[in-house]
């Protein structure tokens, strides 16, 4: 039973992590949306709104530039969690969801970050609106890889839960059986 609330606690801590992280990339989505499925050109406050957002962004004292740290530690504590235990089911879905999550921060750190800081230090229109569509594009490719471990983490559950049921079942029909045979040797 430890076992299975521990697992269970796992998905949990991963899933607000990455609900959490969705929720991030989604306040930036109402800028984002200009550079990748629009065209700019019907939108001419595009650029400056979404400029100004993200010069805010940049600017922002540190304490609110690091709370996605602390999302980004209850994920690992998940995922620690997870592979800890050494199972191959955890070591294959935990360690492609950490590849996943890797890959994410990966996008952040290099297309994420260093875009911020070229807007914060360019007034070129063109360079603004590349800076823009590399987050935008950023932005969307880690949605993919967070619903990737939400994929990944889910059916794993899933899959714990249908392996408990079936190994519950065929223990109760072991018992079921065990009790039967004294009394068939009874009867004879």
């Known amino acids: 039973m430890s076992g299975e609330h521990m697992q269970s606690l796992k998905v949990v ?15 930036d989505w109402s800028f984002d949306y200009y550079f990748l499925w629009a065209k700019l050109s019907e939108h001419p406050n595009a650029v400056s709104r979404a400029t100004q957002y993200y010069m805010n962004q940049f600017d922002a004292p540190d304490i609110i530039k690091y709370i996605p740290l602390v999302n980004l530690l209850i994920a690992a504590v998940g995922l620690s969690a997870g592979l800890a235990n050494m199972t191959d089911g955890n070591i294959l879905f935990d360690g492609a969801s950490l590849v996943l999550l890797l890959f994410a921060l990966s996008t952040y750190a290099t297309s994420v970050k260093p875009a911020l800081k070229n807007i914060s230090e360019t007034d070129v ?48 029909a072991e018992a079921e059986a065990a009790a039967k045979k004294p009394e068939n040797k009874k009867t004879k």
């Not at 801590?13 to 306040?27: D, K, Y």
């Not at 994929?151 to 049921?165: C, E, M, P």
């Open 13 to 27: 801590l991963i899933l607000c992590s990455c609900f959490f992280a969705f929720g991030t990339v989604w306040s």
């Open 125 to 172: 229109v063109a360079d603004l609106i590349l800076n823009l569509k590399n987050i935008a594009a950023a932005h969307c490719i880690m949605t993919l890889a967070i619903t990737g471990i939400i994929g990944l983490q889910v059916t794993h559950f899933y899959l714990n839960k249908r392996a408990d049921s079936a190994e519950l079942a065929e223990a109760e």
